[in-house]
């Protein structure tokens, strides 16, 4: 069983930063992809960015790139996203997921956190 914790949301203007932790227990994460979404008051969860099971690839939504980054300590079983040049649009509940099968994709997570509230005001 796999259990994802996210922590780091809050209230911030836009322009700033935020980084978002998510912690994850069981044995699978060192060889599993891990991903972030966002779901908006009204619209449907969609995809971020994702983390291939070593670090080595990554990938984002065309909406983020350039302003967020995703990594990982595999050591901490800890996946993190750093998010700069915020904006209201990014306003969200943000999920931490895990693909245990390893593929680097938007789609095909088997486990999601309860998620962390990111709130930007302009």
């Known amino acids: 069983q796999v259990q994802l914790v996210e922590s780091g949301g809050g209230l911030v203007q836009a322009g700033g930063s935020l980084r978002l932790s998510c912690a994850a227990s069981?044995?699978?994460?060192?060889?599993?992809?891990m991903g972030w979404f966002c779901q908006a008051p009204g619209k449907e969860r969609e995809f971020v960015s994702a983390?291939?099971?070593?670090?080595?690839?990554?990938r984002y939504a065309d909406s983020v790139k350039g302003r967020f980054t995703i990594s990982r300590d595999n050591a901490k079983n800890t996946v993190y996203l750093q998010m700069n040049f915020l904006k209201p649009e990014d306003t969200a509940v943000y999920y931490c997921?895990?693909?245990?099968?390893?593929?680097?994709?938007?789609?095909?997570?088997?486990?999601w956190g309860q998620g962390t509230q990111v709130t930007v005001s302009s």
């Open positions: 069981g044995r699978t994460f060192s060889w599993s992809t």
């Open positions: 997921a895990l693909a245990s099968s390893g593929v680097l994709s938007t789609t095909g997570y088997d486990y």
């Open positions: 983390i291939s099971w070593s670090g080595g690839r990554t």
